[in-house]
């Protein structure tokens, strides 16, 4: 077994549903959630011009192999997105998987670490509040301190 660190991101409709509906699908899938970062509401990052995202860090622990992994979070993007796409026409869930144990992959369809994590306060708030101390198996750096040196100057704000 290894810890999966995953991203959930929503900006559109009711956030906090899609978030919660995804939490559901995803613990059907790799079992219990061993850790849980609070909501935080972040502006957008990259593209700004777009509505303000909630953003949390799930972490389980499994034995699923990183490609069957990224399957399982993509059908359920899509499964929760259909629903969306009748209703807003938008995709408003968004899963990016962060870290997967020590594994290393740069693969056309999965990238691990998420070689944009380091670079995003949205992504390393909420991981350093349920993982500090973990390291960044090719950086060699904590999660915290990851943050410390992160240039990215988003708000992002702890809602719970
Ligand atoms: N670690 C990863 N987690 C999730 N998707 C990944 C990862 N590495 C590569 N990908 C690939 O990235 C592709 C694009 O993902 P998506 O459409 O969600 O991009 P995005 O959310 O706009 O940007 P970003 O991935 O930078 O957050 C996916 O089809 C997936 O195959
Ligand atoms: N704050 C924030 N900004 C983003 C996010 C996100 O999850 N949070 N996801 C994006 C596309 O993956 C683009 N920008």
Redesign the pocket.
Known sequence: MKPLFLLLGSNLGDREAYLRQAEMRLSGVFGKIAQKSKLYETAAWGVTDQPPFLNQVLAFSTNIPPLEA?KH??QIELDLGRIRKERWGARVL?????FYGDETLILP????P???LHLRRFTLMPLAEIAPDYEHPVLHKTVAELLQDCPDELEVKALN
Do not use: V
């Open positions: 990224l979070t993509q968004d899963i990016d998987l962060l369809e999965l990238i691990l998420h070689p944009q």
